[in-house]
T-cell receptor, first 115, second 109 residues
């Protein structure tokens, strides 16, 4: 499976600031996703990062709050804007590897704490 | 109704026992099914994929799929303390992945 890295692995930020999270994959992939996982909760899909076009956001998530870039098939960024303590969470990127059946693999995650 | 449902647990089993984790899904058109293991503070790791009715074995892990009952399970034989984790069931329906809320498993030495 693809090797996925994320930077930073963790950060502590002040309310009102923004943080950009990077996701790098060691091979070209068509589908990349961004998830949020709040403490003790399951995964919530934020958006699908589309190469060459605007990301597709899930209900409850908007581009102004979570702008996403996907400049090529191996890289994406998620920005968490104007942060509040409610944004404290683990943010995960994932990639879908296509085959007869598609499988999804996750990066190591970014643990964000907003004070 | 949620797309994927799991018992949240916690499930506790003694070391060496069989741990049985269960998952149901709502869409009969679902094509592929997955089990992820997530250790505390880590990201989910894909451990089993299953696409056809029946059993699929990989080492100590067996995934079971019953499409008629819309039911997927994961059996862990000879459970070890290192198996203690949260196990997430996922279903691919119409090229969209849906994740369950996870079952917390503790293997007691």
């Amino acid at each position: 499976s693809a090797v996925i890295s994320q930077k930073p692995s963790r950060d502590i930020c002040q309310r009102g600031t923004s943080l950009t999270i990077q996701c790098q994959v060691d091979s070209q992939v068509t589908m990349m996703f961004w998830y949020r996982q709040q403490p003790g909760q399951s995964l919530t899909l934020i958006a699908t990062a589309n190469q060459g076009s605007e990301a597709t956001y899930e209900s409850g998530f908007v581009i102004d709050k979570f702008p996403i870039s996907r400049p090529n098939l191996t890289f994406s960024t998620l920005t968490v804007s104007n942060m509040s303590p409610e944004d404290s969470s683990i943010y995960l990127c994932s990639v879908e590897e296509t085959g007869y059946y598609n499988e999804q693999f996750f990066g190591p995650g970014t643990r964000l704490t907003v004070l | 109704q949620k797309e994927v449902e799991q018992n949240s647990g916690p499930l506790s089993v003694p070391e060496g026992a069989i741990a049985s984790l269960n998952c149901t899904y709502s869409d009969r058109g679902s094509q592929s099914f997955f089990w992820y293991r997530q250790y505390s503070g880590k990201s989910p790791e894909l451990i089993m994929s299953i696409y056809s009715n029946g059993d699929k074995e990989d080492g100590r892990f067996t995934a079971q799929l019953n499409k008629a009952s819309q039911y997927v399970s994961l059996l862990i034989r000879d459970s070890q303390p290192s198996d203690s984790a949260t196990y997430l069931c996922a279903v691919n329906t119409g090229n969209q992945f849906y994740f369950g809320t996870g079952t917390s498993l503790t293997v007691i030495p």
